[in-house]
C-alpha cells in the first residue's frame, strides 16, 4: 500500500517562495520516479515536475522551469518541490504522484502515475 501525504502548501505573495514536502510510504521508494502536478478548478492536472528513482534526472514542465526544483531524499522517503519567483498563475492544488512501474523515462501525464496525494492548495498573491 502507497500512501503519499502532502505538505508545505499556503498563501504567499508574488515573487515569493514556498517548499512543498511529499511523506511517502512504502518499502520500495527509491525505485519509484516522482511527480508533481498542480490543477485549477475547471482544469485538468497540469505536469509540474518529475524524478527518477534515484533522483539523478529530472524534468520540469515549461511554464516552471528556471523556477522550480524537485528534489528527493530516499533515506527519508520524501520528494520536495521547491518553488521560487512565484506568481498568481501558479495558484493552484498541488499534487504529489508515484509512479512504480520502474519506467525509463519520467511521465508527465497523470496515467502514468497510479498513486496520488489528496493534494496541498497553494494561493499567490499579487
Known amino acids: 500500500q502507497v500512501q503519499l501525504v502532502e505538505s508545505g502548501g499556503g498563501l504567499v505573495q508574488a515573487g515569493g517562495s514556498l517548499r512543498l514536502s511529499c511523506a511517502a510510504s512504502?518499502?520500495?521508494?527509491?525505485?519509484?520516479?516522482m511527480g508533481w502536478f498542480r490543477q485549477v478548478p475547471g482544469k485538468g492536472r497540469e505536469f509540474v515536475a518529475g524524478?527518477?528513482?534515484?533522483?539523478?534526472?529530472?524534468r520540469l514542465g515549461d511554464s516552471v522551469k528556471g523556477r522550480f526544483t524537485i528534489s528527493r531524499d530516499n533515506a527519508k522517503n520524501t520528494v520536495w518541490l521547491q518553488m521560487n519567483s512565484l506568481n498568481p498563475e501558479d495558484t493552484a492544488v498541488y499534487y504529489c504522484a508515484a509512479d512504480d512501474q520502474l519506467r525509463s523515462s519520467i511521465g508527465t501525464l497523470t496515467s502514468a502515475y497510479g498513486y496520488w496525494g489528496q493534494g496541498t492548495q497553494v494561493t499567490v498573491s499579487s
Open positions: 524524478i527518477s528513482g534515484s533522483g539523478g534526472r529530472t
Open positions: 512504502g518499502r520500495t521508494f527509491s525505485g519509484w520516479t
